[in-house]
């Protein structure tokens, strides 16, 4: 194939000096030498991190005004895309369409290598076509060598339909150029095992979406000091952790708290609501649409209506 590209030069593809014994490690060497790596993870976070607050704040403005968020990815980036969306309505209650995976091959892809589908670009294109992006919404291309033609279509189609774009890769600017709105690069260097993205790139990329997911909840008043107040009550695990919430916040008994969980329609954030106003659900739920879900902005505007 005389048009192949060659990835040789690329941060990812490199070949690291560190583990060029890898074969003849013993199993505690291995370890070692995996987690000394693995530190220039959270190290490549805090470099980017200018890039990531932008991208919490340019994403959370779009969702308050109706849009969605896409992860668009292939591989090991598309799976990762796919993981944090599917994680959100659990953990925020949000609708499943808030926020979205799209990985090239579809769900097959999720179980199954499918990396031969990651070489057209008009799938990408396609798939942002198929969503009907519009200029509210936010497309996160997702590519660790920072070359996947399906991440390129997808964000070059969303960036003509007015949508804010972000990129997000393992290698710097001057290897791989791209034309976004927001750019962050994950610099962790050549793999333990030469080319194998999985690994470092694979675990910054989700140390990242990690923050920006629950950096945009947070801002979208999904959360109440640290706690997940619209936690979805779907399974004994979870209403647990909402009566915990409920009475570590309000002093309440478990037994009453599981009252009030039932009173509000198993909704923390309400219940909390009526617990420090007095309101019933319903005024309790109009004043929270109000304040767009904000739980501290609608208890203090009642507290000011009341004096």
């Not at 219940?271 to 649409?289: N, P, V, Y």
């Amino acid at each position: 194939m005389a048009d192949l590209q060659e990835r040789g030069h690329l941060l990812t593809e490199q070949v690291n000096p560190h583990s060029l014994n890898l074969d003849q490690l013993s199993s505690l060497e291995l370890v070692e030498l995996f987690n000394s790596e693995d530190q220039k993870a959270v190290a490549a976070v805090a470099a980017a991190k200018i890039q990531l607050a932008q991208a919490i704040e340019q994403t959370a403005e779009r969702l308050h005004q109706g849009g969605r968020l896409f992860y668009v990815g292939a591989g090991t980036s598309g799976r990762l895309g796919v993981l944090d969306a599917a994680e959100c309505p659990p953990t925020f209650c949000t609708p499943p369409e808030l926020v979205q995976g799209i990985i090239a091959g579809g769900a097959g892809a999720l179980v199954r290598s499918s990396e031969d589908l990651e070489d057209r670009a008009q799938d990408g294109e396609a798939a942002i076509a198929q969503r009907q992006i519009t200029q509210l919404d936010v497309v996160v291309g997702i590519t660790a060598g920072g070359t996947t033609p399906f991440v390129h279509g997808a964000l070059k189609a969303a960036r003509q339909r007015g949508a804010v774009t972000i990129f997000i890769a393992c290698v710097p600017q001057e290897q791989v150029s791209i034309n976004v709105d927001i750019d962050i690069r994950l610099l962790t260097g050549p793999e333990v095992l030469a080319g194998s993205t999985r690994l470092k790139a694979g675990t910054v990329t989700k140390l990242t979406l990690n923050i920006l997911s629950t950096g945009v909840m947070v801002k979208l008043g999904k959360v109440y000091g640290n706690r997940m107040v619209d936690v979805a009550v779907t399974n004994q695990k979870l209403r647990d952790r909402a009566l915990r919430i409920l009475q570590d916040l309000t002093g309440l008994s478990r037994e009453t708290a599981s009252i009030l969980l039932e009173r509000s329609g198993k909704w923390v954030k309400l219940a909390l609501l009526m617990h420090w106003t007095g309101l019933e659900k319903q005024e309790g739920d109009r004043l929270l649409s109000k304040h767009q879900g904000n739980l501290r902005a609608a208890v203090a505007s009642y507290n000011n209506s009341q004096t």
